[in-house]
């Protein structure tokens, strides 16, 4: 992988090798927060939970619940002693309620007893009163009445609205789409251990370390110093744990601090889901103009999402939904307008792909959309729409924020895919089939997927590392990166044993500590393996030049004469073993230890115009999915998927063949089962497993191929991998669109209006509505 490799030397990064954990995850001996020992007399916390979705309290007793069997200590907002929030960005997240609640499930009061049991018991008899107030609970309600936790922003690019009425074609709809629950397997837990002098240790299982240390900090009234926030592992995040785990290591700490005990607070499956925040539901309304290949001439699209009672990271969700409109297209003329809607329910939040997904499925429905209505096939249209078609080429490589693409493997990887899967053919064999089956119909869909990798927010695209070699040999890793079972601490792993030429083994990587790497970026973005793998290669090689000069000296060798490589040394003719050699620096008083530093380049973004280089670069891929539905019944069946992925030059082909599958098999989730449902009182009704269906192994297809791209990324990151977290997911949105391929096929040229998620009742309903409405070609379609 490196560019200095001999002949012969051992590779380490690039190599499939098992998670680092993967042993202790099969064996049940893997240590999550629920599991660390806490020192004699821990006790354990609940929360109370508010039981309308907006009012003011009138009042509060909770005089039972302090005189219940076990309880030790009750917490209100009065007893917080420093800054009531916990709100990543804008104050508008209480951790406890002062006067106005703004969503069922939102915290009121904590207890601490001397177990959960008995928190969880006493939490229930409080009694409330409360000034009921009107409650905003869906989007369009949201949008009539001006209602927005932020203002909202316009992307435009060119004169759209000039344009559209002199287009060939033109066509109006609207795109709806569902929230997700991320389901993590390990819920919300931290647990606060008092520490001398009024400092704190703090267990969350977080995906942003710096952010829960800084929290806690503001709620306990002291500085940052004073508090050490540790995460070995999460049993999975996906965004979930980005933002909110805070509220709960806040009151732990509060707790904790007010009791003189270490607090441990963990969430049961039922609360979490009622008190957390989701993946944003969006509504998107469209008015497209197109020529008769189905170029797309001009397009307004409104995007509106439920952002739930505050901004939370609803901000930068948004945004990337309007960066991802474009998804593989070039889009001339276009206006995105934005809206950030403000509902009385939880404040939605990060969720794998950061909005990308949801901008990414409003536009393959309106490519879906112009296809059917031209009578051709979809992916006809989706190629002559790419970046980069054309005669124009260099023209149509800008995106609407104005970065240039430069690094489209598109072509290759449909060119590729629609050979490989036999798509042809297999489409002529569907229509045949849906021909002939009047009860079952299949459908077929290719999607691409163009992801942009980086924050944002440009400040949070950097990363530190901590490298200790020991005089055995043996290496210590630490870094800002958190592991939540995507196989980051296994990457960055194989990063530093690579660049000191040691086997895997000799390197071990320790939970991410706030004391050792300051100032972390969340492990979100897809950015984990990009940042901490440059930063402690940096760190690597630091340590690297220094053992290579001390060798030179020593030895009087040219830096050239001197190898690391599989747990030895090189020196000119002769060598020993790496043990050794660091034995005998350090003799020499060698520093062994190192700091290793990166921050992402090239990347420059105006908040105020939304326009600049917001992507370091592009993840690509695209996915082929085939299903049967059943139209009696509204059942759903994927049967087969063939899948060409982007990851550059792999770290971990094992590793990222899995984030693939997972990922594909999470947004399939999301688009055709999770459906999230809450009542006219702003209850959230499916917060268990039993009614809410998630996907599993019996829903992967018998047929299934997944392949990964054998290019390198253009860009200098880490050995010229790429990004793996987040594009994987959106390669289901070739599921919706093939269920919609087969809802299709019940009236042949009818754009159905199916709502994702595509379950039974949603499939049914598009089926029914169907024998109500004309065809695509004569509904709101307008041909000069």
Not at 168 to 196: K, N, T, W
Not at 707 to 723: C, G
Request: proline share 5%; charged share 20%.
């Amino acid at each position: 992988m490196k560019q200095d490799r001999l002949p012969g030397q051992t590779t380490i990064a690039g190599v499939s090798t098992r998670h680092d954990s993967a042993h202790l995850h099969v064996s049940g001996r893997a240590i999550y927060t629920d599991d660390i020992n806490l020192p004699a007399g821990a006790l354990h916390a609940a929360l109370g939970m508010s039981t309308v979705a907006h009012g003011r309290l009138r009042s509060m007793d909770l005089d039972a619940v302090r005189k219940a069997p076990g309880v030790v200590c009750v917490i209100t907002a009065a007893d917080i002693p420093g800054h009531n929030s916990y709100g990543p960005i804008l104050d508008d997240d209480p951790i406890l309620v002062t006067d106005l609640v703004q969503c069922v499930g939102q915290p009121l009061f904590a207890v601490c007893a001397t177990s959960t049991e008995a928190a969880r018991r006493a939490a229930r008899l409080a009694t409330v009163d409360y000034e009921p107030l009107p409650a905003i609970l869906d989007i369009r309600t949201a949008v009539a009445e001006k209602s927005f936790v932020i203002p909202t922003q316009r992307l435009a690019r060119g004169d759209p609205h000039a344009v559209l009425p002199g287009c060939a074609h033109r066509l109006s709809g609207s795109v709806e789409m569902g929230g997700q629950d991320h389901f993590y397997l390990e819920g919300q837990i931290a647990a606060a251990v008092p520490q001398e002098d009024g400092a704190m240790l703090v267990y969350s299982s977080t995906q942003h370390p710096t952010e829960v240390q800084h929290k806690v900090a503001e709620a306990l009234g002291r500085h940052a110093h004073d508090v050490v926030v540790q995460c070995r592992r999460m049993g999975g995040g996906f965004g979930g744990k980005e933002s909110q785990p805070a509220l709960f290591a806040c009151v732990a700490a509060v707790l904790a601090a007010k009791t003189g005990k270490p607090v441990k607070l963990r969430a049961d499956r039922d609360a979490d889901m009622i008190m957390t925040g989701k993946r944003h539901d969006f509504i998107a309304d469209y008015d497209v103009g197109f020529d008769d290949t189905g170029r797309i001439q001009a397009l307004a699209v409104v995007l509106a999402s439920r952002c739930g009672y505050s901004a939370d990271l609803s901000g930068p969700v948004n945004d990337r939904a309007m960066f991802h409109v474009d998804n593989a297209y070039y889009l001339e003329h276009v206006d995105i307008i934005s809206h950030r809607c403000k509902t009385h329910t939880v404040s939605n939040t990060a969720f794998r792909g950061f909005g990308g997904p949801q901008g990414m499925v409003v536009i393959e429905n309106i490519i879906d959309d112009i296809a059917r209505t031209l009578g051709l096939d979809p992916l006809e249209v989706r190629k002559v729409n790419y970046y980069g078609s054309g005669n124009e080429t260099a023209a149509r490589n800008v995106t609407p924020y104005l970065q240039t693409v430069e690094d489209n493997i598109l072509g290759i990887i449909t060119g590729d895919l629609e050979q490989s899967s036999g798509y042809r053919e297999r489409r002529r064999a569907i229509d045949a089939f849906n021909a002939t089956s009047p009860t079952l119909k299949k459908g077929l869909a290719l999607t691409p997927v163009k992801f942009g990798i980086s924050f944002n927010a440009t400040l949070y695209n950097q990363a530190g590392a901590l490298v200790h070699i020991y005089t055995d040999g043996t290496v210590l890793l630490n870094h800002g990166g958190t592991e939540m079972g995507q196989g980051l601490f296994t990457k960055v792993a194989q990063v530093v044993a690579e660049e000191l030429g040691l086997p895997l083994a000799r390197v071990r990587v320790s939970a991410t500590d706030t004391s050792k790497v300051p100032n972390t970026s969340a492990t979100a973005a897809s950015s984990g393996s990009d940042l901490n793998g440059k930063a402690a290669q940096a760190a690597a090689r630091t340590l690297r030049a220094r053992l290579v000069a001390f060798a030179c000296e020593r030895y009087k060798l040219e830096p050239e004469a001197v190898h690391f490589d599989n747990g030895r040394v090189v020196l000119g003719a002769n060598g020993m073993e790496f043990a050794a050699f660091v034995r005998e620096a350090y003799s020499s008083r060698i520093s062994l230890s190192a700091a290793g530093y990166y921050r992402t380049p090239k990347i420059h973004y105006d908040r105020v115009s939304l326009t600049g280089r917001p992507f370091f670069y592009f993840a690509y891929g695209a996915a082929v999915s085939e299903v049967v539905v059943d139209t009696l019944t509204g059942e759903m069946r994927l049967l087969a998927v063939d899948i060409l992925h982007d990851v550059g030059r792999s770290l971990n082909p094992a590793v990222d063949i899995g984030q693939i599958e997972g990922g594909f098999l999470q947004g399939m989730g999301w688009l055709t089962s999770e459906e999230l449902c809450w009542d006219a009182r702003g209850e959230l009704k499916t917060h268990a497993p039993s009614t809410y269906k998630i996907p599993t192994a019996r829903d992967w297809p018998v047929k299934a191929t997944v392949r990964l791209v054998d290019l390198p990324n253009v860009e200098d990151t880490i050995y010229r991998s790429k990004a793996v977290g987040e594009p994987p997911l959106m390669l289901a949105i070739s599921v919706l669109l093939a269920v919609r391929d087969a809802v299709a096929a019940c009236k042949p040229g009818s754009r159905p209006p199916l709502i994702a998620p595509a379950t039974p009742e949603n499939i049914l309903r598009a089926i029914e509505s169907l024998q109500r409405e004309p065809s695509a070609a004569d509904s709101k379609a307008v041909t000069a």
